[in-house]
């Protein structure tokens, strides 16, 4: 089991920059990877940005070159730099935690609470 609390979300105008903080209960070196999602009001939850235990990275198409995910593994934390802010980018953020087995091959995922974040324009 890991336990995730995000914070630093808040109100933005559009333009501006916020950093999202994930902290895990237990050391994240041995998960597969860890990453944030957003869910906007009325729409599904999706991806934004993921980063793997190997420090490979990946972003939605709406975000890169704005947005940073990094993690550093002696503070169990993982981080979401997000510049130039628009107010399509509102919506709940979540943390994200993943641990993959091969035997048996399952995939285990774990949920912060999320944190909001409201751009205005």
């Known amino acids: 089991q890991v336990q995730l609390v995000e914070s630093g979300g808040g109100l933005v105008q559009a333009g501006g920059s916020l950093r999202l903080s994930c902290v895990a209960s237990?050391?994240?070196?041995?998960?597969?990877?860890m990453g944030w999602y957003r869910q906007a009001p009325g729409k599904q939850r999706e991806s934004v940005a993921g980063?793997?235990?190997?420090?490979?990275?990946n972003y939605a198409d709406s975000v890169k070159g704005r947005f940073t995910i990094s993690r550093d593994n002696a503070k169990d934390t993982v981080y979401l730099q997000m510049n130039s802010l628009k107010p399509e980018d509102t919506g709940v953020y979540y943390c994200n935690a993943a641990k993959l087995t091969l035997a048996p091959l399952r995939r285990y995922d774990y949920w912060g609470k999320g944190t909001q974040v409201t751009v205005s324009s």
């Open positions: 980063i793997t235990s190997g420090g490979s990275t």
């Open positions: 237990r050391s994240i070196v041995s998960l597969t990877s």
